[in-house]
């Protein structure tokens, strides 16, 4: 598998890149860069918001609660987090976890974009509405609320890739809420079926 092979240097590679960014002021109370982790030919890519607290310390996306959900969610489809790809829309925690500036998206989305285009993923999944309205920017669709689109498959090119886009609920905002987190677990029902459907990997109904 050289292509697989090449992909994971090209990734590799990114993330040193990105481990030495200062091209926003994030960097400067943080202890790791999270440039995301998981499979260089994933099938399935997950984007969340920012890294949190847990991910600020460890340098992994998703490694706390909302992670841990994350990966239940996974798992009821058959994938492993090994399976998938998984980053986020910056890639330097926000202090106090606040929501990432505009101008701090527009300084960190070229390294998203170059995953993207590396990883070449059949579906994408945006976790909570900041990536949603990111990804949709490009085909290009607006929203209100993210409640309003969840759930939705949009087909589309992205970066002369054909994907299926599919917006969904931040895991985190599941965490204490009954009904979001029955949102989500619909909503991964259907993106294990999309999966399957497009020839990806074996998932489980």
Request: proline share 7%.
């Amino acid at each position: 598998m050289v292509e697989d092979a090449g992909r994971e240097v090209a990734i590799e590679n990114l993330a040193a890149v990105i481990g030495e960014c200062r091209k926003c002021p994030l960097w400067e109370n943080t202890h790791h860069a999270v440039p995301g982790e998981g499979a260089a030919g994933a099938d399935l890519m997950l984007i969340g918001e920012a890294p949190g607290k847990q991910e600020d310390l460890t340098g992994r996306p998703f490694v706390g609660r909302a992670g841990k959900l994350l990966e239940g969610l996974l798992a009821g489809i058959g994938l492993t987090r090994d399976d998938v790809f998984i980053a986020n829309i910056v890639k330097h925690r926000p202090p106090g976890n606040r929501d990432p500036r505009d101008e701090e998206i527009r300084a960190c989305t070229p390294y998203l974009e170059e995953q993207i285009r590396i990883i070449r993923p059949k579906v994408i999944v945006m976790l909570g509405r900041h990536s949603s309205r990111y990804i949709l920017s490009f085909l290009p669709v607006e929203f209100d609320r993210i409640t309003e689109i969840r759930g939705t498959i949009y087909p589309g090119l992205l970066f002369g890739h054909p994907v299926r886009l599919i917006p969904t609920l931040h895991p985190a905002a599941a965490l204490y809420n009954p009904a979001y987190r029955e949102a989500l677990e619909e909503d991964f029902r259907t993106i294990g079926r999309e999966i399957t459907d497009m020839g990806g990997s074996e998932t489980q109904n």
